[in-house]
């Protein structure tokens, strides 16, 4: 099983960035996705989630109206689209599949992207 992010880097107050997710090992349809941050010295926090079809979203609110996660199933990748960005967006952000099946939860990590706000 792999997830891998890319699109992470260096950008200005009030850029854009699109992070992307690569999966596979299972079967990506089947799993709800979401993306994850940490910055140093603070606790992960979740972004974004997006069900396994794509059709229900959800955002922290401070994110909302900036950040738009999305999905292709038949490229088994997620993404992340973070336009207005701010310092405080700086961190590490990583993807996160999940599928609960009771009494069954099984869930996996990507090895996380690094995204910088500053001039």
């Known amino acids: 099983v792999q997830l891998v992010e890319s699109g992470g880097g260096l950008v200005q107050p009030g850029g854009s960035l699109r992070l992307s997710c690569a999966a596979s090992g299972f079967t990506f349809s089947s799993y709800a996705m979401r993306w994850y941050r940490q910055a140093p010295g603070k606790e992960r926090e979740l972004v974004a989630g997006?069900?396994?079809?794509?059709?229900?979203?959800n955002y922290a609110d401070s994110v909302k109206g900036r950040f738009t996660i999305s999905r292709d199933n038949a490229k088994n990748t997620v993404y992340l689209q973070m336009n207005s960005l701010k310092p405080e967006d700086t961190s590490v952000y990583y993807c996160?599949?999940?599928?609960?099946?009771?009494?069954?939860?099984?869930?996996?990590w990507g090895q996380g992207t690094q995204v910088t706000v500053s001039s």
């Open positions: 997006i069900s396994s079809a794509g059709d229900s979203t």
């Open positions: 996160y599949a999940v599928r609960t099946s009771w009494p069954t939860t099984r869930n996996y």
